[in-house]
């Protein structure tokens, strides 16, 4: 029988296909928490016992007969692998944007492994459903072989990312990139960053800052920290205190930043950057005449 144009490959219309991609994606997370984690969190300098107690967290896989039941019983299992693969993401968008071994790092990676079991309830459940009994024996060696499958690629994730000479760029100049709060409440017509980030201001204390900065310096050693605020001067008592915080602990750093705007300019804002130790800035005028500016409405 001829296929319809609209109709998928043979591949996606084949049951067994979707169970060895389920299953994959079923011993994926498994590879990154016993493969990538324990390695990463090595090389970040942690303790071998923290690293220990850390596998603990794994136990979600085991006791995951203790929710299972809940979760066949409201069914919708496609619902439960997506909800739990979107969560699953988050969270690891989460951990790799959190510097540090902090209380979050326990949270987020007990949340992960926890989503995870969850997922693999509903793979399972929707796998039973999916397959007619005489395609279980056939299933259950594809779902064994491609869980395998998924574990290994986390491994194999590891073996790429030390391809990356990270060294390398330390070597050569390394900056560490820096943001101390996020958005920015001017008007400028023609820019994103109040759309990306909001107009309304959070900044960071100063001091979180500079010990972000100290971290930095001691396990990387910069060459340059750059502040990548989109202004870094706004507001101008802001920009001040992480300057004096970082006079006052005394560091010896070499600073940039991409954005200061004229508006909030002031001699003391100067002084203080240079004494904390910014050797240059960005600055973009955009433009030189007044009609211009005042239609991109820049530093109205
Ligand atoms: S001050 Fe800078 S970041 Fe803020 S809206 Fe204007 S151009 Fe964008």
Not at 222 to 240: C, E, G, K, Q
Not at 247 to 261: A, Y
Request: charged share 20%; aromatic share 12%; with cysteine.
């Amino acid at each position: 029988m001829q296929r319809a144009a609209s109709d998928p490959p043979q591949l996606l219309r084949s049951k067994f296909f979707w169970v060895a991609l389920l299953y994959f994606s079923e011993g994926f997370p498994l590879g990154v928490f016993y493969e990538l984690f324990p390695v990463y969190f090595r090389q970040q300098g942690v303790e071998l016992k923290d690293i220990g107690l850390i596998s603990l967290l794994g136990l979600a896989w085991t006791v995951k007969f203790l929710w299972a039941p809940a979760i066949d019983h409201y069914r919708h299992h496609r619902l439960w692998m997506a909800a739990m693969d979107v969560a699953m993401a988050a969270v690891l968008i989460g951990f790799a944007a959190t510097q540090g071994f902090g209380p979050f790092v326990w949270v987020a990676i007990g949340a992960f492994t926890a989503l995870s079991a969850t997922n693999d309830i509903a793979i399972d459940g929707y796998t039973i459903e999916l397959l007619d009994r005489r395609e279980l024996g056939l299933a259950n060696g594809i779902r064994i072989g491609f869980y395998r499958v998924g574990m290994l690629a986390a491994g194999l994730v590891l073996v790429l990312s030390d391809w990356i000479d990270w060294p390398a760029y330390e070597r050569h100049g390394g900056t560490w990139a820096i943001q101390t709060k996020r958005g920015c409440p001017m008007p400028c017509s023609y820019c994103t960053y109040p759309v990306i980030e909001g107009r309304r201001l959070r900044c960071r204390p100063a001091s979180e800052v500079v010990d972000e900065i100290e971290e930095a310096v001691r396990r990387l050693a910069p060459r340059t920290i750059d502040v990548i605020d989109s202004t870094f001067n706004v507001p101008l008592d802001h920009a001040l205190g992480i300057c004096r915080e970082i006079v006052r602990r005394r560091l010896r750093l070499s600073l940039t930043t991409m954005g200061v705007n004229p508006l909030q300019v002031t001699p003391e804002l100067f002084e203080w950057m240079e004494r904390a130790g910014f050797n240059s800035m960005m600055i973009t005028p955009e433009a030189a005449s007044p009609a211009m500016l005042e239609s991109l409405r820049r530093g109205a």
